[in-house]
């Protein structure tokens, strides 16, 4: 049998105004537009041998059970009809599933990696769409630098993908990533938000306000107004967050650390360091400042955190 292999790397991306419920289940399809900044520093990479004895799904160097790679598998054949059995084997520089934004470096980097060994020749975009059906934010991540998800309108989805806004080199902002604890969540951000858009009553008007929070978000990152971002972004992860607190049963990701890093945040924003924060489907914080600002902040948030990162603006998706 004749086989191919291709390598990918792919970075997490950190919504600033959030994506939290679907249109369409099976396809993927967001409820909701967003925005994101594509991160440095963190990556998957990703090898697929596309032709090989039997479906294997490694995952830092661990061979995954069969429901843990039903995921990884059912995704690659979105590809090709009757596709070969395949090699995936990925590694994460950073921990997975913790609210970290794995699921979006790792269905880019398989999406790439996969599309090329198969020998199709597919465009950015196309990939954007393949990736988005692994898993939503994922299609965020083949950009560089700051980038947008349009909802679409299409019932195919093929107008539900990424477009980049902005490079990285456009602003000098960083994300330091507070790690309040790196184990895996409790619910999947996919179950959490199916339960939301079912039950809670504040899911209409979250899905009716998105817009405006990009539009107004867009338009502070092509001004580099810090504020101006800061604050629209707080508000968007405020609002997705109202809506699974209002889930029944109710979603709550967020730990005592998580609101102490909050509070941690408001103090150096009083003290005149602007930064601003966000969370994920996890209790980790993310906060985006001024580059110059960023050790002052870890510093200050060193006492409450499991571990810190500063990530600045990354690289899209590329093969190695
Ligand atoms: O891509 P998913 O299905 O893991 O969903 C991600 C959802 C959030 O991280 C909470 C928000 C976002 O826009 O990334």
């Known amino acids: ?13 950190i919504a600033l105004i959030k994506y939290w419920g679907k249109r369409d289940t099976k396809l993927n399809l967001p409820a909701v537009p967003s925005l994101s900044l594509t991160l440095s520093q963190f990556h998957t990479t990703t090898s697929v041998t596309w032709g090989s004895n039997k479906d294997l799904f490694c995952l830092n160097n661990i061979e ?24 995936v ?28 060994a198969a020998d199709l020749q597919l465009s950015t975009t196309a990939l954007s769409v393949l990736a988005r059906q692994g898993s939503g934010s994922a ?31 456009h602003w000098d902002v960083r994300m330091v990533m507070a790690v309040i604890s790196s184990q895996q969540k409790p619910i999947s951000s996919r179950a959490a938000m199916l339960q939301t858009q079912s039950t809670s009553p504040m899911y209409d008007a979250w899905c009716n306000t998105a817009q405006t929070d990009v539009d107004i978000a867009k338009k502070a990152i092509m001004e580099k107004n810090l504020e101006r971002l800061g604050r629209q972004m707080e508000h968007s992860t405020l609002k997705m967050f109202s809506t699974m607190f209002t889930t029944q049963p109710s979603v709550r990701y967020w730990k005592p ?29 993310k906060i985006l400042c001024h580059a110059k600002d960023a050790k002052q902040i870890a510093s200050a948030i060193r006492p409450i955190v499991e571990n810190h990162y500063i990530l600045e603006p990354g690289h899209g998706t590329h093969l190695l």
């Open 89 to 116: 084997v990925s590694e994460n520089n950073f921990p997975t599933a913790a609210g970290l934004a794995s699921s979006a470096s790792a269905f880019s980097a398989l999406a790439m990696a996969a599309s090329v």
């Open 64 to 87: 995954q059970s069969n429901t843990q790679s039903a995921k990884v598998f059912q995704f690659l054949d979105l590809l090709t009809p009757n596709r070969p059995p395949c090699t």
């Open 1 to 13: 049998m004749s086989s191919s292999t291709a390598t990918a790397r792919s970075h997490p991306n």
């Open 139 to 169: 299609s965020r991540s083949l950009w560089e630098g700051w980038v947008e998800w349009k909802m679409g309108k299409k019932l195919d989805g093929t107008d539900s993908h990424g477009i980049p806004i902005a490079p990285r080199d």
């Open 257 to 285: 650390q998580t609101l102490a890093v909050v509070e941690a945040v408001e103090q150096l924003r009083n003290a005149g360091i602007p930064c601003w924060y966000t969370m994920d489907a996890g209790p980790n914080v």
